[in-house]
């Protein structure tokens, strides 16, 4: 397959699962400074229609041998694919909380009853981080190469929200070219790279060097246990010609403890190969004891209790309530597969994906 094939058939999907356990605690505080003191809701122009909170409902639901606690887990996030959501009159954001409205009646980390690693209001609203990068390096139809890039992580250090800003653009050799921009047009995401800083009009969450359009959020399902919504962010260069559309799909389960989304890189440009890199970006604020784990392994549910290396059913129901009073006191499994001697493994178990 030739190199214009290959990226012309390209397209990126990406499965990001993020699962949140009940260990998750209590994110970082910075001792009296608040989102409300750094930057206050009434100053915040997004519209309430660039965000979307979706409660979790696990603490009203009912299920029988559910092993983990049954506290709902809410999800907020904005029509840029931004893992974070923000009301500007109560001065309250949502990216990922547990345990939810449902079990602790607010969505202010202030309380002290929840954590949210992306919208914590223990920390300034300017450091809340999420979202993703992208970068598009091509031939233009004039021979000339270019390089493109966006980013939507909703707030850029200086300033949270607004929609996209096209930054000043600058010769090769000036100091604000970014280092890692190889081709025309250069532009810096960071005022502060600017030889004369070109302001506050500058200054927010979304930055491009070319053109970026977002479209409104779509809900495409919301029952009564699973949200699905789609945002979907146009690419283009100066002169508006489309390059990529950056489609993300939030699928939320509301009785469960995890979030999926996908992620996908749909190629516009089609008059020469397209090198495309696609990236997540994101701040997590969390203390000592919370931590971010990737669950690879099985945890042990039933075991061999008398040793034969056969589980009985009567074995089965025994061993499996011992793991699911385990999970609820302790909050994680007490021993996974993989951490199983093979000699202790009962027959018939498959280890190949262990």
Not at 39 to 66: C, H, K, M, R
Not at 169 to 197: G, H
Request: glycine share 8%.
């Amino acid at each position: 397959m030739n190199q214009k094939n290959l990226f012309g058939r390209f397209t990126a999907t990406i499965l990001i699962i993020m699962m949140l356990s009940p260990v998750f605690s209590l994110a970082v505080s910075a001792e009296g400074e608040t989102s409300a003191d750094v930057f206050p809701g009434a100053t915040f122009t997004d519209p309430p229609e660039w965000y979307q909170t979706v409660n979790g409902v696990l603490s009203s639901d009912t299920y029988t041998l559910y092993p983990y606690a049954t506290k709902s887990m809410d999800i907020g996030f904005s029509k840029y694919g931004e893992m974070i959501s923000y009301n500007k009159n109560t001065q309250l954001g949502v990216g990922i909380q547990y345990p939810g409205y449902e079990s602790v009646s607010t969505y202010d980390q202030r309380a002290e009853t929840s954590a949210d690693p992306f919208a914590n209001e223990k920390i300034m609203l300017v450091n809340w981080i999420n979202g993703w990068l992208i970068d598009l390096k091509y031939m233009d139809t004039d021979g000339f190469d270019k390089e493109y890039w966006a980013m939507a992580l909703f707030s850029d250090g200086d300033l949270p929200g607004k929609d996209w800003i096209t930054m000043p653009e600058v010769k090769y050799d000036d100091v604000a070219r970014p280092l890692w921009q190889q081709y025309q047009p250069f532009a810096n995401p960071d005022v502060d790279a600017y030889y004369t800083n070109p302001g506050a009009a500058y200054k927010g969450g979304r930055k491009t060097n070319g053109i970026c359009e977002t479209e409104p959020i779509v809900t495409l399902y919301d029952g009564p246990r699973k949200y699905i919504g789609w945002t979907v962010t146009h690419v283009m260069d100066k002169k508006g010609t489309p390059l990529v559309d950056v489609h993300i799909t939030f699928i939320f389960d509301k009785v469960e403890k995890h979030v999926i989304l996908l992620k996908d890189v749909k190629i516009l440009w089609d008059k020469s190969p397209i090198n495309i890199q696609f990236g997540n970006r994101g701040e997590w604020d969390l203390n000592l004891k919370g931590y971010v784990h990737f669950y690879t392994d099985e945890p042990v549910q039933e075991w061999d209790l008398n040793g034969n290396g056969v589980i009985s059913t009567e074995e089965k129901a025994k061993s499996f309530e011992y793991y699911r009073q385990w999970m609820v006191e302790n909050k994680y499994p007490k021993k996974w597969w993989d951490d199983v001697d093979s000699y202790q493994i009962p027959i018939g178990y498959d280890t190949s994906g262990w």
